[in-house]
């Protein structure tokens, strides 16, 4: 029997049934549907809209059901229409008529409003403590190499030397942008919305601030209407949780080129790879490409709420419940990325030494070689003509800048003196760049202590 079948005469056809239940998918919510019901009748009984006795009674079959649930001894019906009317009718079996008064003040309107929030603030929590796990892993791998030296790219051609900690550092600010986005959410979204009824609130004296309180809101909603009908704080979130693909997805860009057998830069655990069922010699980075690849479908999560969304007039309309399918979804597909990613950077090896000769024979020491000319009195503009000289001649013998000899140097400038192989060392090149936020072991010294600092605040 339906929760609403009192206006109707016919039964639902059951194509409408199917088409209409979303009890397959928001099952996930009996924790919080339960959890809300009871902060509920709390209220109500607080208000004298119902006896003490009728919430004891209440509370202790909602938390029977939600132990029954949990044990395995009650079994979600999935002929339901949806896990609040689940949860409704079992309690009426279970404790009879006093279970008909939960629903005393309240619709099914801000109950899932209400549900929806609070599985989403969860969900921001779990995300959040598995970027900080992402955060300590890329933090470990930065203070080991503050003094690995490899190429640093601009259009996927060798530019400047780095080192492997400034690398990883680059991605420690993104994803340490993505927590505070998170923040942000979690901050905006905590108001509660149960107590705006349908669409108008209700004519019972509710406390909505002892519901809010009792589960940990900052306060109610201020407006009934925009209360039920609010996805703003699921667009954030799915918002937030595309930037994060997007970051993991071109960390995962990145290891996929040093895999491979041209770069050589990294060699992934054999626990995270795959072969080929007909080239043996094969080992792909299939968690790489399996987290480049779902990050369209996270997005795809965003652009669906935002369409649905769009022509919405107010208060609720049924075309909200297309909200949780895919940001299930989404949510699940993320945290499952950022846990396998993580996984597979700890246990990563790092060719150190391939790294080192790519930045040498990669002529990233070639703006040193012209900044030690200008040093030397050579206009920058003339430095940098000189230095592309130094370039043509060292491709054309097979040679990096730090091969040639002084004689070789100064056939092409007089200006070079032996203290030019000191100046275009990767040691000098990384290590003299000191300002903050630069590779140099001293300014990466500071940055790591204030990142250690932050995933300890």
């Not at 809300?36 to 009984?45: D, E, F, K, P």
């Not at 119902?50 to 029977?64: H, M």
């Not at 989403?120 to 791998?141: A, G, Y």
Request: charged share 25%.
């Amino acid at each position: 029997m339906k929760l609403w079948g009192g206006r109707f005469t016919k039964e639902e056809n059951a194509l409408v049934h199917n088409f209409n239940a979303s009890i397959s998918f928001d099952q996930k919510f009996y924790k919080q549907d339960i959890r809300g019901s009871i902060a509920h009748v709390t209220m109500l009984a607080s208000s004298g809209i119902l006896t003490d006795e009728e919430k004891d009674v209440i509370v202790a079959g909602l938390n029977g059901i939600l132990n029954d649930i949990e044990s395995g001894a009650l079994e979600i019906d999935q002929t339901a229409e949806d896990i609040h009317s689940f949860v409704e009718q079992t309690l009426i079996e279970r404790v009879g008529d006093t279970g008909k008064k939960l629903h005393t003040g309240r619709s099914r309107n801000d109950q899932v409003a209400l549900d929806m929030k609070l599985y989403t603030r969860d969900e921001v929590t779990e995300t959040d403590e598995l970027l900080k796990t992402l955060l300590s892993e890329i933090l470990k791998i930065m203070k080991e190499n503050t003094t690995t030296y490899m190429p640093g790219f601009t259009h996927l051609q060798k530019a400047q030397p780095i080192t492997l900690a400034h690398h990883f550092g680059a991605y420690f600010e993104m994803f340490k942008r993505d927590r505070e986005r998170l923040a942000d959410i979690y901050k905006r979204m905590n108001y509660c919305p149960l107590g705006s009824g349908a669409l108008a609130g209700t004519t019972y004296p509710l406390d909505r601030e002892l519901t809010a309180s009792l589960l940990d809101f900052a306060g109610p909603t201020l407006n009934s209407m925009d209360s039920v009908s609010d996805r703003d704080y699921l667009i954030e979130f799915l918002s937030a949780l595309s930037t994060i693909m997007m970051h993991l997805s071109r960390f995962s860009e990145e290891i996929i080129v040093w895999n491979t057998n041209e770069y050589r830069f990294v060699e992934i655990d054999d626990s995270y790879s795959t072969g080929s069922s007909i080239m043996p010699q094969k080992k792909n980075p299939d968690i790489a490409e399996l987290v480049r690849g779902k990050t369209g479908r996270v997005y795809g999560a965003l652009m669906s709420l935002l369409t649905t969304m769009k022509g919405l007039p107010l208060a609720y309309n049924k075309d909200m419940q297309e909200d949780k399918e895919l940001t299930f979804d989404a949510i699940d597909t993320v945290k499952g990325c950022i846990g396998l990613f993580t996984g597979m950077i700890a246990t990563m090896k790092f060719n150190n030494e391939v790294m080192e000769s790519s930045a040498k024979n990669g002529f990233t020491n070639a703006t040193d070689a012209a900044d030690y000319l200008v040093n030397h009195g050579v206009p920058f503009r003339d430095a940098h003509g000189i230095v592309g000289q130094l370039v043509l001649f060292c491709i054309d013998k097979g040679i990096a800048l730090d091969d040639m000899t002084l004689e070789e140097f100064k056939a092409i400038s007089p200006v070079f003196e032996e203290d030019i192989y000191d100046a275009i060392s990767l040691k000098t090149c990384v290590e003299k760049r000191l300002t903050i936020g630069a590779p140099g072991k001293e300014a990466m010294d500071k940055v790591i202590a204030i990142n250690e600092a932050y995933l300890n605040a």
